[in-house]
């Protein structure tokens, strides 16, 4: 009989430190997802940065102004004469 009287609290107590330590542990994983969650979504919002800089670099590299002073860079110059064909002259005619 005595024994069933220390049984009771005996299983009380471990039940008791066992759902303490679930709690605990759930807790924890909570947190760190928490943590890693705020981290990737600082990641998102620095990859959405440098993708909205990435397409501003590409709209002002392929801008005719952006075009023309390259390519005074790379050492082309305009045309001193503009030679104009009209569609009824031919250009290539065999003898």
């Known amino acids: 009989m005595k024994n069933k ?3 009771k609290p005996t299983l009380f107590w471990i039940l008791g430190i066992a759902l303490t330590a679930c709690f605990v542990f759930l807790t924890v994983e909570t947190a760190t997802s928490g943590a890693v969650l705020a981290k990737e979504e600082s ?7 440098e993708n909205s800089d990435l397409k ?4 002002r ?3 005719l102004n ?3 002073k390259k ?4 050492g082309f110059v305009k045309p001193s004469k503009i030679l104009y064909i009209n569609g009824s002259e031919e250009v290539a005619k065999l003898p």
């Open 61 to 63: 590299a392929s801008s």
């Open 71 to 74: 390519s005074l860079e790379m």
């Open 5 to 7: 009287k220390t049984f």
């Open 43 to 49: 990641r998102e919002a620095t990859l959405l940065q």
């Open 56 to 59: 501003d670099a590409v709209v």
């Open 66 to 68: 952006g075009v023309e």
